[in-house]
């Protein structure tokens, strides 16, 4: 009897590690490519973020130039320009051409990327669905010169691939331009790039961006304010938001000698103190060596830091974009009667401080009979999808609305002409998933959220109140006016006078008797 | 008693034409234009004791165009004075819902109507009937008539001779106008007047002619009786100086319509002086009389709590502040029990024309 192979051994033979290119490929909808709409508008995204972030980090007004070119058969060539501060000639090829590749992974900071994966997954789907490079062209410095590069990637090793590369005249004296062809479909309206571009213009005041589309109509979105957002500060990570595979890393990483040490150094708000009340409630010698830690005694570790009593994180850290920028992006993207917003105070959740903020316009030009339109970001940045799966949603559901002057039934979004915006900024907005775009249901942050939503609220519902008020008063006087009509045309019966002359003495009296409204501009002064 | 003007003596036109003119000056001086007017309602009757009716005060309430809540009544009621106006001169009397059909439109630049509907009209009318200081008929607008008169009496109506002994099954049926311009009364051999609540029982004494057997005359209102019926009793019992007997339901909308018979309405109480009978009996049915005749318990009806809530409200008029319907009505809520006519069909059907109203008036088993 032949001897048969045992199964692990068989099993072990198709075992093997799977490249983190190979994985994205399985996964691509995790990154916000699951269909070509989706992939053209997660490209843009990822492109801009990275310009913004870049503009903000150097202090540079942005200024970024958006193009997309339907090239048929499904194809679109993304052009996306920007005056930043421009990419290293070493590290260019890493940041387009390897995955997971990045600065911001690694910092708790208000930046909008986060995890470092988006630019070059990008300009892998457009490897895989059309077999173009990326080209990228960069300039660091107005004499220095700028460097041209078409990349690709290696799926399997996670290495990028230089296909060419060389040195190019541009005018800008220093910034990134990226262009990137893929297989996509372009759609105008909800969820395409055209919305994410104006909501992008709406919290980021102090962006002037040119956006050319498939349709090669060139919108221009101005700059609100050359106020350029606080720059955000980088805080280490306070113990309560570490994760035990987080911890188990940065104790391996660590540059401290000690368990105390590294407690007290890798993480914000620990005093030598409370290292040393951690390590004895965790029953782990505060003098070991950190990447000698076992797993067992990590997750000692982890439980002990949960129950030890921290204060909580700075929240300098958060960066808002303020109630004044709020109105003024507000008023320039959309046309409405009234305009209202608010900054919260800094809040934390899990040891991630985090603020709050909400604006809404009323009126105007906004649809009256629709649910209102709601307008999610992180970070600055809009989340377009997912809206029912978002903590922010919930928010606005389970607040009041009819309170506010506004009809809502149950479990839905209110209804009448309001876009409300509601913007979360964190070092750690905690997604749902990792193509970002639903806020996950921490009741601290949803707290604050409806807290924010029920100040706005009693702003509206005072100015509906007093519009309200306004129309009926006008809606009565009209009424006035009728009945008067009536009134002289019987008068005029029984008298046997002039009707017209007794109408018009009547109007005076009823005109007196709204010289209020008269006065707030309500009763147009040529009207008889 | 009722409060005259100076100007009493003028005709209704007159009187229009001055109401008008008064909001006219106003008008003209940008003034609010504000028409007085008696307050009609609860508040503005009392009982005038001396003469057992109930009596108009001397409250007044003003209607003024420009309150934004009186401005639309204050439109209407000219509304309503300029057709009387017109039927004046036309010398045309119409039914009182015409005169809603006729000035109800759209009020132009609105979704308006210059009525909803008639509930809004008649009481506007009855507002100038009091601002005016004038009598229905001199408005030139006629009620809704409904009631019927047979028994042995001849009238003159409108010249024409009519014998109330051969009116047949129906009856002869009451105008709402009945001043002896229109009704005059001819040759009467009755003793009193029987005046039923409803038409329906009235029809049973007519079938058994009843007035014929026991000389008298019989009426019915309808229900509630209008103006035509009140006036027309008031003048019989003056003029052919006839009592008059009531007899309705026993639950407190019957005790009512004999309060209305016998000293007015709150509504009406500018007309009380000629309407009124002050003198009416109550023969029944009374609240003792399911004990009294030993009828059957499925006949009667339980009081609801809005019937009760009703009696304790008609229990603290003055005009029933007297012991003996303090007695009657107490009596009802004690046994938490109305009765209908109808109930002493139990006994035999014509119990209530050879038995409990004869017997009634012959024992003088009555309440006045």
């Known amino acids: ?528 | 008693m009722k409060n005259k003007k100076e100007d009493s003596g003028k005709s209704v036109d007159e009187k229009i034409n001055k109401l008008a003119k008064e909001v006219l000056n106003q008008i003209e001086k940008n003034n609010n234009p504000t028409v007085d007017m008696p307050l009609r309602g609860i508040t503005n009757v009392y009982f005038d004791e001396k003469n057992k009716i109930i009596q108009m005060g001397n409250k007044t309430s003003s209607r003024s165009f420009f309150n934004l809540g009186q401005s639309k009544k204050f439109m209407q009621t000219f509304l309503a004075a300029k057709v009387i106006q017109d039927l004046i001169k036309q010398n045309i009397t119409v039914p009182i819902r015409s005169i809603y059909y006729n000035t109800k439109h759209t009020i132009e630049g609105t979704k308006e109507e210059t009525w909803n509907d008639q509930s809004e009209s008649d009481p506007i009318i009855e507002d100038l009937e009091v601002t005016l200081d004038a009598l229905r008929e001199e408005l030139h607008v006629r009620a809704g008539s409904k009631g019927a008169m047979v028994g042995n009496l001849t009238i003159i109506d409108s010249g024409d001779k009519i014998d109330l002994r051969k009116m047949g099954s129906g009856g002869w049926s009451i105008p709402s106008i009945v001043e002896n311009n229109i009704i005059k009364f001819d040759k009467c051999e009755a003793t009193y007047i029987l005046f039923i609540e409803k038409d329906t029982i009235w029809s049973r004494f007519n079938e058994d002619k009843f007035w014929r057997k026991n000389n008298c005359i019989i009426i019915h209102g309808g229900g509630q009786p209008p103006r035509g019926v009140r006036r027309l009793l008031r003048r019989m019992h003056d003029e052919l100086k006839l009592p008059v007997y009531v007899v309705v339901d026993s639950d407190i909308y019957g005790l009512y319509i004999y309060s209305v018979v016998k000293q007015g309405s709150i509504n009406l109480a500018f007309e009380s002086m000629r309407m009124a009978v002050p003198k009416a009996r109550f023969l029944g049915l009374s609240s003792f009389d399911f004990e009294k005749y030993k009828l059957p318990s499925s006949v009667i009806l339980r009081l609801k709590e809005v019937d009760k809530k009703r009696i304790k409200e008609v229990m603290g008029y003055p005009w029933f502040k007297d012991n003996k319907w303090q007695k009657e009505i107490k009596h009802m809520l004690k046994i938490g029990v109305k009765l209908e006519l109808e109930a002493l069909s139990a006994k035999n059907f014509k119990f209530i024309t050879e038995k409990y109203v004869p017997d009634k008036i012959r024992n003088k088993d009555y309440l006045d």
């Not at chain 1, 919930?394 to 479990?411: D, E, F, P």
């Not at chain 1, 409300?420 to 900024?425: E, G």
């Not at chain 1, 008067?484 to 008797?513: C, Q």
């Open chain 1, 1 to 528: 009897m032949k001897k048969e192979e045992p199964i692990a051994e068989r099993l072990a033979k198709e075992q093997r590690s799977i490249s983190i290119s190979e994985f994205f490929l399985k996964n691509k909808h995790l990154l916000g490519f699951d269909n070509p709409r989706k992939a053209l508008l997660t490209t843009i995204k990822e492109a801009i973020d990275n310009s913004l972030d870049a503009c903000e980090e150097a202090r540079v007004l942005p200024d970024i130039i958006v193009e997309v070119i339907d090239l048929g058969v499904d194809r679109f060539e993304v052009t996306v320009e920007d005056n930043g501060p421009g990419i290293v000639k070493q590290q260019i090829p890493n940041i387009f051409g390897k995955l997971l590749y990045g600065s911001k992974f690694h910092k708790l900071k208000c930046s909008r990327g986060q995890q470092g994966i988006g630019i070059s997954a990008a300009a892998m789907y457009g490897q895989l669905t059309t077999g173009k490079p990326i080209t990228i062209v960069s300039k660091i410095q107005k004499d220095k010169p700028a460097h041209f590069y078409e990349l690709q990637i290696d799926t399997k090793r996670n290495e990028p691939q230089i296909i060419a590369e060389q040195i190019v005249e541009w005018e800008k004296d220093h910034g990134t331009k990226i262009k990137i062809v893929l297989e996509a479909k372009y759609q105008k309206g909800k969820q395409g790039i055209d919305e994410y571009l104006e909501q992008t213009a709406i919290v980021n005041p102090h962006l002037y961006l040119i956006y050319t589309n498939p349709e090669k109509q060139r919108l221009e979105f101005p700059r609100a304010t050359k106020e350029l957002p606080k720059e955000p500060k980088e805080i280490k990570p306070h113990p309560y938001g570490v994760e035990l595979g987080i911890l188990i890393n940065m104790l391996q990483d660590t540059k401290s000698s000690t368990l105390q040490g590294f407690l007290q150094s890798d993480f914000c708000r620990v005093s030598a103190n409370v290292a040393k009340e951690i390590c004895d409630k965790a029953g782990v010698y505060e003098k070991s060596r950190p990447s000698r830690i076992a797993k067992q005694e990590a997750e000692n570790l982890y439980k002990a830091i949960q129950e030890v009593k921290i204060i909580a994180p700075p929240t300098d850290s958060v960066t808002p974009i303020g109630e004044e920028l709020i109105l003024k992006g507000l008023k320039k993207e959309i046309k409405a009667d009234f305009y209202a917003s608010i900054t919260r105070s800094p809040s934390v959740y899990r040891g991630n401080p985090f603020i709050v903020e909400a604006g809404i316009a009323y009126g105007g030009d906004i649809p009256k009979e629709d649910t209102i339109k709601l307008l999610r970001f992180a970070n600055r940045v809009p989340l377009q999808y997912q809206q029912s799966a978002c903590a922010i949603t919930k928010s606005v559901i389970s607040t009041a609305w009819r309170n506010y002057g506004l009809s809502q039934s149950k479990g839905a979004l209110p209804i009448g002409p309001v876009v409300l915006l509601v913007h979360i900024a964190s070092v750690w907005v905690p997604f749902t998933s990792e193509s970002k775009e639903a806020i996950a249901h921490y009741p601290e942050i949803i707290k604050e959220i409806k807290l924010a939503l029920q100040d706005v609220g009693r702003k509206l519902a005072s100015y509906i109140r007093k519009h309200v008020r306004a129309n009926e008063q006008r809606q009565k006087f009209d009424l006035l006016k009728s009945y008067s009509e009536e009134l002289a045309s019987s008068v005029a019966s029984i008298t046997g006078k002039d009707k017209d002359k007794i109408f018009n003495d009547l109007l005076k009296g009823a005109e007196r008797l709204y010289k209020d409204l008269k006065d707030n501009g309500m009763i147009d002064k040529n009207e008889k």
